[in-house]
């Protein structure tokens, strides 16, 4: 093991997303056998969280993890949030940084999760029932704040988030993002149809956004739902191929970061979060 995976476990919570290798690929680049991260396929997400801290926990490194499969780590990422997380007192539970995320036209905090350890026996309890929030992961983190714990944003950005997404998991991402994130339609709006005629990404996202809009029933983080069935012959459109090694050398994670242009609207819509530059 290196230095810093003596530190650090390392889990990756899928649910079978295109860019899980790219993702594990991304993380072994920084030190870690591939025999040393775990990846958590567990539905619904409520129960992932749980099986992810079980696995910290046993393993009882000081700090644990969490990545979701459909984000790709930007290199020295891990070694740089264990030297931010080192800096907090023993009662921040958990920081996370930032993400560019293709959907959203810039960058926001989501899919990485950096936890000490020592408080994941609270954040189980605290983890809430399947079906009570759509966003549980949020939901727990709030229940450990209002117990007096400390989780931080820390201004780094990680790495992507949601590129070379298959078509399916595009389109379920976006239904869900119609109930969660309702009042950012203009800057979807925005955002997908400037890209749309040349990236059918995009195309599905707004086919799922308009069906999560209409779905008024019982809505839960779990892939199995029937309402997240997509079929993308429907529409004229081929689900894309496993990514295959040509394509995964050709994702060069940095020079996306660094010739981003973030959307306008964006910085409207999330006025608090530093600039692209200050983050970096």
Known sequence: MSDISDKVKIIVRTVGERTLGACINAIERQGFDRDEIA?????????????????????????TFCVDADVILREGSISKMLALAEMMGRDTCEIQGYVLDKFFGGHRPAGNHFYRTEHLGFAISNIPPEGIDIRPEYCMLQSLRSHGLRWEQVPYLVGLHDFYQYYGD???KNFVQARKHAYLRSLFDAVWSAAQPSDIDFTVAEIGYQA??????????????????????????????????SELASVDVEKIIRTWQVAHEHSIF?????????IV
């Open 170 to 172: 595009i389109f379920r």
């Open 212 to 245: 999560g809009a209409k779905h008024s029933d019982f809505l839960s983080i779990d892939k199995r739902l029937a309402c997240f069935a997509f079929s993308p012959s429907e529409y004229d459109i081929r689900e894309k191929e496993e990514m295959n090694l």
């Open 270 to 278: 999330f006025p608090e979060i530093p600039s692209l530059t200050k």
């Open 39 to 63: 990846v958590v396929n567990s539905v619904p997400f409520s129960e992932a969280l749980r099986r992810s801290f079980e696995i910290g926990i046993n393993v009882g490194r000081d700090w």
